[in-house]
Structure formats: structure tokens, C-alpha cells
């Protein structure tokens, strides 16, 4: 079943504290994203990849890390995280144009 | 810069009752995408429908149809006899395609209500 897969689905962290959240497709696209969903604010791209070691900011890039080492995965490092990063963040890989999202990662950063 | 703007924030309907969202959008390419998503309450973004804007016919898929008008910048988007399962939040989008890196413009959304 092509799918991507997000993990943790929720975390709950302290302000500083590294975290990566991980990003996996099994349907060998080249192009993968993630945005992050803040109410009033809506759906905002972070960082976006074309391809294995081919990534580039989106519009909200800072505070953000991404990389891109194989194709399947494509993970979001907060190095040092703080409130304002509270957000919903989703994964999305392409194909023909059509981005198909992850499930979400609810993230709380206290 | 591209811009999409879904004017309707909320939309409460009895069950059955037709419902049609507007979206209306901005870019200066001639070449992009339009795009619907659906968001549950459970909170994933479920992909609806891809519109190229070559290609204006419309579409419908089961109670789903979707109106697209290039002369207007428009692609609303119809449900017809609403269920309450169709309550969600629903998003149009835009994207102007790889040589703008795919990223998709978001509306601000319309919450859909059906109540039985």
C-alpha cells in the first residue's frame, strides 16, 4: 500500500531539547516537503527536497534542519526547539504534481 | 506571488442539503495545478482532486463535483446531498509546479458542518 509515514504522531517536549521528527514513502518519489499547520496562520511550507542531497527552503525555513540521504526519508530536525514551533507538521511526497501528506505530527513544545 | 483565498470560513447544512465551496485564486504563471483537500477531524490532509489549468472541464466524482473557471480564477467545489461524514475542514490549493518547487499555496480553509 503506497503510503507516508510519520513518526512520533505526538510529542511533547521541553524548550532546547533536539528532536527529529522522521518522514518515509514507499513509493520512490523524488520531491518531498513538510509544512507545519498553525491556526489563523494555516498550511506553510518549511523545506522541500527534489531529490536525494537536493533540498531548499520553503517559507518558513528557520528554526528548521532537513536531510536528504536516501530517497525514501526525508526527516525535520528542530536542533533546539522553542514554543513557537508548537505546531501541527505534515509530510507530503509528490507524484505527478499531486502531494500526498503524512498523518500529522502534533508537536508541543513547552 | 501567488495567493488563494477561500472567502466562506464556515458552512452549517442539514444533512442532504447541497453545499458548494468557493475558491478563489491568484498567480501570474500561466501553467499550475489547483488542488482540494479534505481535513477530518481526525486531522490528516486526504487528497480530492487535481485540476491543470489547461484544462477546465469539470469534474464529478460520486456526490463530488468541482466547477472550474479560468476567466473568473475559480475552482468551487460542490457536494451534493451532504452526509455528515463530509463534515470536515476542506482546503483548495495552488501550485505552480516543479520549476516553483511544487509548493503548494493553501486557502485558509472552509469548516463544513452536516448535521443529521
Known amino acids: 500500500e503506497a503510503q507516508v509515514t510519520q513518526n512520533p504522531r505526538y510529542l511533547i517536549t521541553v524548550t532546547g531539547k533536539k528532536l527529529t521528527v522522521t518522514c518515509s514513502q514507499n513509493?520512490?518519489?523524488?520531491?518531498m516537503s513538510w509544512y507545519r499547520q498553525d491556526p489563523g496562520l494555516g498550511l506553510r511550507q518549511i523545506y522541500y527536497s527534489m531529490n536525494v542531497e537536493v533540498t531548499d527552503k520553503g517559507d518558513v525555513p528557520e528554526g528548521y534542519k532537513v536531510s536528504r540521504k536516501e530517497k525514501r526519508n526525508f526527516p525535520l530536525i528542530l536542533e533546539s526547539p522553542s514554543p513557537n514551533q508548537t505546531s501541527l507538521y505534515f509530510c507530503a511526497s509528490t507524484w505527478g504534481e499531486t502531494q500526498y501528506f503524512g498523518p500529522g505530527t502534533r508537536l508541543l513544545v513547552l | 506571488a501567488q495567493k488563494v483565498t477561500q472567502a466562506q470560513t464556515e458552512i452549517s447544512v442539514v444533512e442532504k442539503e447541497d453545499v458548494t465551496l468557493d475558491c478563489v485564486y491568484e498567480t501570474r504563471d500561466t501553467t499550475y495545478y489547483l488542488f482540494w483537500y479534505k481535513q477530518p477531524p481526525s486531522g490528516e490532509l486526504v487528497f480530492l482532486i487535481r485540476?491543470?489549468?489547461?484544462?477546465?472541464q469539470n469534474e464529478i466524482s460520486g456526490r463530488y463535483s468541482w466547477n472550474f473557471q479560468k476567466s473568473t480564477s475559480s475552482f468551487n467545489f460542490t457536494i451534493t446531498a451532504s452526509q455528515v461524514v463530509d463534515s470536515a475542514v476542506y482546503f483548495c490549493?495552488?501550485?505552480?509546479?516543479?520549476?516553483?518547487?511544487?509548493?503548494?499555496?493553501f486557502g485558509g480553509g472552509t469548516r463544513v458542518l452536516v448535521k443529521p
Open positions: 485540476r491543470n489549468s489547461f484544462d477546465e
Open positions: 513509493m520512490n518519489h523524488e520531491y
Open positions: 490549493a495552488l501550485s505552480e509546479g516543479k520549476a516553483a518547487g511544487n509548493k503548494l499555496t
